[in-house]
């Protein structure tokens, strides 16, 4: 009603990106990066490091296929060792990426706008990393499609009482709805790219990818649709997949492993270390590409708070897991925490303490949290506490189980160590090749972040 | 509609209204509390504590429920928050009565607990290994431990909330900046509160989920019990201006979490003990899952989490007072089950039997907590009066 006075301001939401900026300069700094030709010393520095470890983790794979696993440390008892623990340390990582897009979709928070878009590339090549393991891991993994039930003249059938078959069908599953999610996502950019790029090659590459997008009101309405469905099937998947990889473990009996509450323990595990590398990733391209503007101060403290509440769970976790060990009274359990302490794991596990429990209570001060450089250094703490947790559960459990007359210590080989770095080489490689091929922000959901936008909807509504 | 122009104290009809709910609910308390005595002589004073444990455990889930919820609405923010900070500050102020009426267990510790039994602990190697733990003195530190904690964590926050209202400027960042903390501490004594009061009824088994369990029943019974009390109160005014269906969707949104959430956890639990099959931990199973307690925890899969579920995925639903307030009664009462599932098998000694004393304890023990409830809510404005973001939520599901 036009005439009648507005008794109440409606309330000033709270700022996520910095003030003074329009659609265009929105659309401007996040294009730009893509479409520029000159690409910045430390892009190529990264680029060049991924590329390396690239070629490392492919000749790592070549000697594997030739040699075959033994060339690994795994012997019994300890047959998981390097490969299940990277699988699952990277696949955790990917939650991070799928909680941002999908949950906090799902639950209004705005903040997530300017970082759902790397956070979600980050998912998929996290992932990409994580199903390498398993298959190396089978020995002979051009036999992989014997995971699948598929009718086949041998009469061999999966077992479908084994979690490691789950696994199959989670992690696909996760694989393709992150994608469709991200590549959804991508469309409006991609058209936008399309429109403002000079080079003609550029231009028809994007415009493929665009898939015709004009930006009509029905491509909006039938976009808007689809991104919230998809959402709707990508959270479930948050909590699933990671309860899944726990399951690997807990329904085996192996004491350390049979735990009830390691489905929940693992996922909020998951989430703290994929927090850790959304902060790693962001807290540097921010400063190389100016973008203090876009993916603000307000969105690292969100980001370390979250790490904060999902590392508590965790410390939750080691506490009841050795308050438990004692108080079941069960020999091979107490037996299975007191060697981690104390045993022959026992400087991987004080470690996995430290970084994972004891430091991060840094994270309670502002003071800590308002400093990039410090949550740096801080999610780098994080990631590799969580990668020696994995590696502690894994390993210790296996390496003295039931059997003592088959105990024995795991030794990582430089393969091992090859086949590590090298997937870390792999995800570099194709987050930067990202970096320089598409937005890395999403241009469209930052401009609905901006006060210009808010007065549109207003008016209209 | 501002703040400033609003009153948000009772109106004239919801305080006479307030008044018959107490003296209802008080009534009930009596009568029930009076054939629980009168139960003693009739069936045995082990029922009595039998049934009043499990009744006890159910109502400080609701308590902790809420004060849980309204701790964590510090830390999110949000509208659903501000609506259900009133209430949820009332049920929390019922912390001291709840105090109160832990005497009961404490004298029937020797009729609920097998380790109390100097006898029994001698001839059983593992309960003599729990022995540091489990003994009586430990048991009653911890209790007021547990108790003391809630019953700080309730004054902390309903004093700065007072002068919240008397326009203290300080008043918002105290209480964010104790929510945190006061979380965590829930989350512990939860943990070894399930440990203490439920999980050592069997001193041989044990379960690392058990307390989240009853985290996600907590928060489960909370909300439910909010949205139950929101929707009554909405008939009248002031809330009947403020609670828009916005607000009640966003509260079935997490009414719906929660159900997930809790469902999550007992799949997970049954699933491993399941398929581990060890003998440690399968008897727990084994008693809940024959006889007639099957039938409870079919129940339970249907009622507890496949029914509400199914209906509160449904946006209209939850937009729709009278129906989401339906399935939150319906949720509550299955809470009951659940808690009962998860405590009467261990007294039955193999035996499906329900006692009348089963029905006649949630009554006495609920009659009592919803005077304690209504006496404390009428004592403040129904909304908090110096909340920062009342004006926003006040907006919420109006523009």
Redesign the interface.
């Known amino acids: 009603m036009p005439d009648e006075p507005q008794v109440v301001e409606p309330p000033e939401p709270k700022q996520l990106i910095a003030p003074g900026y329009t659609f265009g300069s929105v659309t401007d700094q996040i294009a730009t990066v893509v479409l520029t030709g000159r690409t910045p010393v430390f892009w190529l520095a990264c680029f060049s490091v991924g590329l390396a470890l690239l070629f490392l983790f492919l000749y790592a794979v070549a000697l594997l296929l030739a040699k075959g696993v033994g060339i690994w440390g795994i012997r019994v008892p300890v047959m998981w060792g390097f490969a299940i623990t990277n699988f699952v340390w990277w696949i955790g990582i990917g939650h991070a990426g799928t909680l941002i897009s999908a949950i906090l979709l799902l639950l209004n928070q705005r903040w997530r706008n300017s970082i759902n878009r790397f956070a979600e590339a980050m998912t998929l090549f996290a992932v990409a990393c994580a199903g390498m393991f398993p298959l190396l891991h089978l020995g002979r993994p051009w036999l992989f499609y014997w995971l699948f039930p598929y009718p086949n003249t041998m009469n061999v059938q999966p077992q479908f009482r084994s979690p490691l078959v789950w696994d199959v069908f989670a992690v696909s599953t996760y694989a393709t709805v992150s994608f469709l999610f991200w590549f959804v996502g991508l469309l409006p950019d991609l058209a936008t790219l399309r429109d403002r790029t000079l080079n003609r090659f550029a231009r028809f590459a994007y415009g493929i990818l665009a898939m015709g997008w004009r930006g009509s009101a029905r491509h909006w309405s039938i976009y808007e649709t689809a991104s919230l469905l998809l959402a709707g099937l990508a959270t479930p998947l948050v909590l699933s997949v990671h309860t899944v990889v726990s399951f690997d473990f807990t329904i085996a009996i192996v004491p350390g492993w049979h735990s009830t509450f390691f489905p929940p323990y693992f996922v909020a595990g998951a989430i703290y270390s994929g927090f850790a590398m959304v902060l790693a990733l962001a807290i540097p391209l921010r400063a190389v590409y100016g973008l203090q503007g876009l993916i603000t101060d307000k969105h690292l403290d969100n980001s370390a708070k979250v790490m904060l509440a999902t590392g508590l769970i965790v410390a939750y976790a080691y506490i009841l897991e050795t308050f438990t060990a004692w108080y079941s009274g069960n020999v091979y359990e107490g037996a299975a925490i007191w060697n981690r302490m104390t045993g022959p794991y026992a400087p991987a596990y004080w470690m996995l303490i430290s970084c994972n429990i004891i430091l991060p209570q840094a994270l309670w001060f502002k003071s800590i949290r308002s400093r990039p450089v410090l949550l740096f250094i801080w999610s780098m703490i994080v990631l590799t506490g969580m990668w020696l947790e994995r590696y502690v559960i894994i390993v210790s459990s296996l390496a003295q189980d039931f059997l003592t007359s088959s105990w024995s210590i795991f030794v990582p080989t430089r393969w091992d160590w090859a086949t590590y770095f090298g997937t870390i080489g792999l995800f570099l490689f194709l987050f930067f090749a990202f970096i320089r091929l598409l937005p890395m922000i999403s241009i469209f959901e930052v401009r609905t972040l901006l006060p210009q936008a808010k007065v549109e909807e207003e008016v209209q509504g | 509609?501002?703040a400033q122009s609003r009153d948000f104290a009772a109106s004239a009809e919801l305080a006479s209204d307030l008044r018959q709910w107490r003296t209802r609910a008080l009534t009930a308390g009596v009568i029930g509390a009076v054939l629980l005595l009168v139960g003693i002589f009739l069936v045995s004073p082990f029922q009595l504590y039998e049934s009043y444990l499990w009744s006890y455990v159910f109502y400080v889930g609701v308590t902790l429920g809420c004060l849980v919820w309204l701790m964590l609405q510090y830390l999110t923010g949000g509208a659903w928050g501000v609506v259900i900070r009133r209430p949820a500050e009332a049920a929390a102020r019922t912390l001291p009565l709840l105090a109160l009426l832990f005497l009961p267990i404490v004298v029937g510790i020797p009729n609920l607990y097998q380790w109390s039994h100097a006898n029994l602990v001698a001839n059983d190697?593992?309960m003599q290994?729990?022995q540091i733990?489990l003994n009586v003195p430990f048991f009653l530190i911890r209790a007021a431990l547990y108790l003391g904690g809630w019953n700080f964590l309730a004054w902390y926050f309903n004093r700065w909330s007072a002068r919240e209202d008397e326009g203290s400027p300080v008043a918002h960042r105290k209480m964010a900046a104790l929510a945190?903390p006061g979380i965590?501490f829930w989350?512990?004594s939860i943990?070894f509160m399930a440990?203490d009061w439920v999980l050592s009824l069997n001193p041989r088994w044990?379960?690392?989920?058990?307390?989240?369990l009853f985290m996600a029943g907590q928060g489960l019974s909370g909300m439910a019990f909010l949205i139950t009390l929101l929707v009554l109160l909405s008939y009248r005014r002031p809330m009947s201006e403020i609670l828009t269906p916005r607000h009640l969707h966003d509260l079935g949104k997490l009414l719906l979490c929660m159900v997930m959430v809790w469902a999550?956890?007992t799949f997970?639990?049954f699933?491993?003990?399941w398929?581990?099959n060890?003998p440690?931990e399968i008897t727990w199973y084994v008693a809940r899952l024959h006889g007639g307690w099957r039938y409870i925890a079919l129940a339970l899969v249907l009622g507890h989490f496949a029914l509400p579920f199914a209906l509160l995925l449904s946006r209209d639903l939850k937009r729709n007072f009278k129906l989401l307030a339906g399935i939150a009664i319906f949720i509550l009462c299955m809470r009951y089950v659940d808690v009962y599932w998860l405590v009467a098998p261990d007294f039955s000694r193999g035996r499906f039997a329900v006692s009348w004393m089963d029905f006649v304890a949630p009554v006495a023990l609920g009659g009592i907590w919803l005077w304690a409830f209504v006496t404390q809510l009428e004592k403040r404005p129904l909304m908090p009066l110096g909340e920062p973001?009342l004006?926003?939520a006040l907006?919420h599901g109006r523009?």
């Open positions: 509609m501002t190697p593992v290994h729990k733990y945190g965590l989350g512990f943990t440990v044990f379960s690392t989920i058990f307390g989240m999550y956890f997970s639990q699933l491993i003990i398929a581990g060890l440690d973001n004006e926003e907006q523009e």
